[in-house]
């Protein structure tokens, strides 16, 4: 058992969460454990059933990268192969680099995710700007697990800056799709996506954010994310705190040192983070009240942030987030919880579309607990 899994043990009794010892092991049945097997396990199913959801199918038998599903599992799932003892990425890695390899290499010709013509004005240029960010970030990610830029990857930049925002309001940013949902397709993710872009750089290996030709595009970006970053919401300063550790000097220090005061401040006495206290006034569009607790993708994205950033120290709110993480995973499903900010279980499509917010709580929670194991 790490050292970090030792605290959070200490601490789950100490909240009196079922008073049994956080373990490491994948198959522990004890009440607090956190099993990375079931995971794993949870984020394949559901990475398996968006890549086979007829919803997400694309043009040339492509799907859809999505915000909640796709991108997350790419960013989370290479985390859990060491603690499994993986030797290689797993088939639905596999799957959806593949699919965004092909997307990639046909960028001129693949129609977009979605089209002015059956989804309303500006939608073609929003889905072009989302998906050339997107593809950067995922290519970039399993790149950086073998430490050299691939020329797909170096593609999907190319793609990615020729998509930039050069003037305007947005100048430095992306288009991003809007359909009136929080937190990744609303009026303020322009902010979120362009955070995405700057991860995206700063992932990348072979030192790409220091060659010439990117440094004009790369300053609008720094300049666009000081810029707007006091007028973002909580959650979204939170991501911005997560890019500003992987890309040294892209935000200002006393505006890093004000997200973690921030952040911390708004810790519940659980350990946890709620994502609806965390994201403005926003309302749901089915009218139901917004849920108020602890949920594990705020948690989980706030406690990797503050990790990568370092500044949990010996502080205690960080230990009581892990705490938390470590208590609240199903041991039924092997998921982390966590509610839409736009409707409630019942309103949504089917169960499966339900899970969206739990298939990205599961992946931040996942790359939180697996960043304290290594410490």
């Not at 108020?292 to 942030?305: E, N, V």
Request: proline share 3%; with cysteine; net charge neutral.
């Amino acid at each position: 058992m790490s050292a970090a899994l030792q605290r959070i043990a200490v601490l789950t009794t100490c909240l009196a969460v079922g008073g049994l010892a956080v373990s490491r092991s994948t198959g522990s049945s004890t009440a607090n454990s956190w099993d990375q097997k079931a995971a794993a396990a949870y984020l394949d199913r559901r990475a398996s059933w968006w890549m086979e959801w007829p919803k997400s199918a694309r043009d040339h038998e492509t799907f859809c990268v999505s915000c909640h599903t796709a991108v997350p599992y790419a960013l989370s799932r290479s985390a859990l192969r060491k603690p499994l003892a993986e030797t290689a990425l797993s088939a639905n890695e596999r799957r959806l680099l593949d699919n965004v390899t092909k997307r990639v290499r046909l960028w001129k010709e693949v129609a977009p995710f979605y089209s002015d013509a059956d989804r309303g004005a500006y939608k073609t240029v929003e889905s072009r700007g989302t998906e050339s960010v997107l593809n950067a970030l995922i290519l970039a990610s399993n790149d950086a697990q073998n430490g050299k830029l691939s020329d797909e990857t170096r593609i999907a930049l190319d793609n990615m800056w020729s998509e930039q925002q050069t003037t305007g309001d947005k100048k430095g940013a992306w288009l991003w799709l809007r359909f009136a949902n929080e937190p990744w397709e609303a009026d303020d993710s322009d902010f979120y996506g362009a955070i995405l872009a700057a991860l995206a750089v700063g992932t990348a290996p072979g030192n790409y954010r220091a060659k010439p030709e990117i440094q004009n595009n790369f300053k609008l970006l720094g300049e666009y994310l000081n810029r707007e970053c006091a007028t973002q919401t909580t959650i979204n300063r939170a991501v911005l705190l997560w890019a500003s550790a992987k890309v040294p000097g892209l935000l200002e220090s006393e505006k890093q040192k004000a997200i973690v005061t921030e952040l911390l401040s708004k810790q519940l006495p659980d350990g946890g983070w709620s994502l609806s206290a965390l994201s403005g006034e926003w309302k749901r569009h089915d009218g139901t009240p917004q849920e108020t607790k602890s949920d594990g993708y705020a948690t989980g994205l706030i406690t990797f942030a503050l990790q990568l950033a370092g500044t949990q120290g010996d502080n205690h709110q960080h230990e009581r987030a892990l705490a938390w993480l470590a208590a609240n995973q199903s041991k039924t499903e092997g998921n982390w919880p966590s509610s839409s900010l736009n409707n409630n279980k019942e309103h949504h499509l089917s169960p499966d579309t339900a899970l969206f917010m739990n298939d990205a709580a599961t992946a931040y929670a996942v790359l939180a607990l697996t960043e304290a194991d290594k410490h």
